[in-house]
Nanobody, 118 residues
Framework: QVRLVESGGDLVQAGGSLKLSCKVS???????????VAWYRQAPGKQRELVAT?????????NYADAVKGRFTISRDNSRKTFYLQMVSLKVEDTGVYYC???????WGQGTQVTVTS
């Protein structure tokens, strides 16, 4: 059974940094590698929104929501079946539950809370 577990969420002041991790298990590397990985977030009272994607295979193309461009970086370590979201210059509006997603497998993590205070 494919399982995604996020970690790294925390309480941080505006301007600070956090790095989220998503560890994938129950899947072999050759299946994980081609999958597009993604991070979403959901702020209180709002719908879940896409934050960033990173394709698999050789292309490794990225896509970011306008609100996070230049501040967030998505990356992956295929050998560890883990992907990351490095967040810098955090803003109060970045607060929310962050979910990792393995697109083609359509699997989600349980979410990790990021709270940014002013």
């Amino acid at each position: 059974q494919v399982r995604l577990v996020e970690s790294g969420g925390d309480l941080v002041q505006a301007g600070g940094s956090l790095k989220l991790s998503c560890k994938v298990s129950g899947i072999i590397t050759s299946v994980f590698n081609p999958n597009t990985v993604a991070w979403y977030r959901q702020a209180p009272g709002k719908q879940r929104e896409l934050v960033a994607t990173l394709s698999g295979g050789s292309s490794r193309s990225t896509n970011y929501a306008d609100a996070v461009k230049g501040r967030f970086t998505i990356s992956r370590d295929n050998s560890r079946k883990t992907f990351y979201l490095q967040m810098v210059s955090l803003k109060v509006e970045d607060t929310g539950v962050y979910y990792c997603n393995l697109q083609q497998a359509d699997r989600w993590g349980q979410g990790t809370q990021v709270t940014v205070t002013s």
